[in-house]
């Protein structure tokens, strides 16, 4: 029998699939890549709408603290500083955040760290006896009410499609608590985008790497599985194995674009909607993001958290007790029945990953797996 023409088929072109490809075609790897859209990049798509750069499919700004990963990201495309400083809407009030000083000075007219201290512990009070078996509780043993029932509450049960109360505790962690009159969401060294937009950064890991686009390699996967040896496989890992131990839960997303005739609509790229009443979660403006205030029109997309089915992309891992062992099942199906098979990223991992963390998988896998190493870290 004929060895197969590729070392690596690799299913998917988003950042990890496109890191790991990178890597291996510099080792001298003969790879493919297949990705059933017709752009590259997965999720980090971004086109340019009416003369303005958009992120397609929700704003995605690089941070991290890993001086590595940024020189990385700095040696394929140059790197626009971009700090995120996000506002949230409440009953047509505008709040920065993160939660900060100047969140406090607009919720209770206190100035100081101290004073904001003091209204958040006696808020918390109420709470710190409770054991937090679910988000609600224990975003308000470390917000208090006010900042709750403002802001996370309805934001996070449109998010999710559930109430508060039936979301595990570990998603409210990620939410910053600063005493510090500071806007910047994230707090890390290294922050922006890259120039031009995700797509050239893409085609940067993908260059001298072949391509084919429009394939849904689950729909014909013996065609495909027979060009090579490996396999790294960038889809949800249940369908992969056609859902047979049964379905982990996403959280999907639709997008509304809208050019307006006017050089700006609300002044920021990004505006947060928290009351569950309006529909969605956030709108973002794209010039913001690139400051291209020279033109005289704008462009917003509203984001609108929907529940998952197999017609929608899948965007969130919902990681309660339930997917988890179901996650941790297919895990052991791989190892069992596709020694050939790695799986990686979000999808394939059944994870949320910022990029800089998806960006060191990626590399440790690709490491791993060219020093010989069982299987590599992500199978």
Request: with cysteine.
């Amino acid at each position: 029998m004929a060895s197969p023409d590729n070392d690596w088929l690799i299913v998917g072109s988003g950042l990890f699939g496109s890191v790991f490809a990178h890597e291996m075609r510099k080792a001298g790897k003969k790879c493919l890549v297949l990705e059933k859209r017709s752009h590259l990049g997965g999720a980090l798509h971004c086109p340019e709408l009416h003369g303005i750069r958009v992120h397609r499919f929700g704003p995605h700004i690089v941070h991290t603290d890993d001086r590595e990963i940024w020189e990385y990201l700095r040696r394929l495309v140059p790197m626009d500083p971009f700090v995120n400083s996000p506002l949230a809407c409440h009953k047509g009030r505008i709040f920065n955040l993160p939660f900060n000083m100047n969140t406090f000075n607009q919720l209770w007219g206190v100035c100081t760290p101290e004073h904001a201290m003091a209204v958040i512990e006696e808020q918390r009070a109420e709470y710190e006896e409770v054991e937090a078996v679910n988000l609600e509780q224990r975003a308000l043993q470390i917000v208090g009410k006010d900042i709750f029932n403002m802001f996370i509450k309805g934001y996070t049960e449109k998010q999710w499609g559930r109430p508060a109360s039936e979301l595990p505790p570990q998603i409210i962690e990620r939410v910053p608590l600063r005493f510090t009159y500071d806007n910047n969401y994230y707090d890390h060294r290294y922050q922006g985008i890259p120039e031009g937009g995700y797509d050239r950064l893409i085609e940067k890991l993908l260059k001298g790497v072949q391509v084919i686009r429009n394939v849904d390699y689950l729909k014909d996967r013996r065609k495909w599985t027979d060009l090579a040896e490996r396999i790294l496989f960038t889809g949800p890992i249940d369908a992969f194995f056609d859902h047979c131990l049964g379905e982990l839960e996403y959280r999907s997303l639709r997008f509304e674009d809208e050019r307006m005739e006017k050089t700006s609509f609300q002044g920021n790229a990004i505006v947060n909607y928290t009351e569950k009443e309006i529909p969605f979660t956030r709108i973002i403006e794209h010039k913001h993001f690139k400051r291209e205030n020279n033109l005289d029109h704008t462009v917003i997309t509203r984001e609108y958290p929907q529940a998952y089915d197999r017609t929608r992309e899948p965007y969130y891992p919902v990681n309660d007790e339930r997917n988890n062992a179901l996650y941790r099942r297919y895990q052991k199906l791989a190892y069992a029945e596709s020694p050939n098979v790695t799986f990686g990223g979000r999808l394939g991992e059944y994870r949320y990953l910022d990029m800089d963390k998806t960006i060191e998988r990626a590399l440790r896998l690709s490491n791993d797996l060219l020093a010989g190493v069982p299987g590599g870290c992500s199978h």
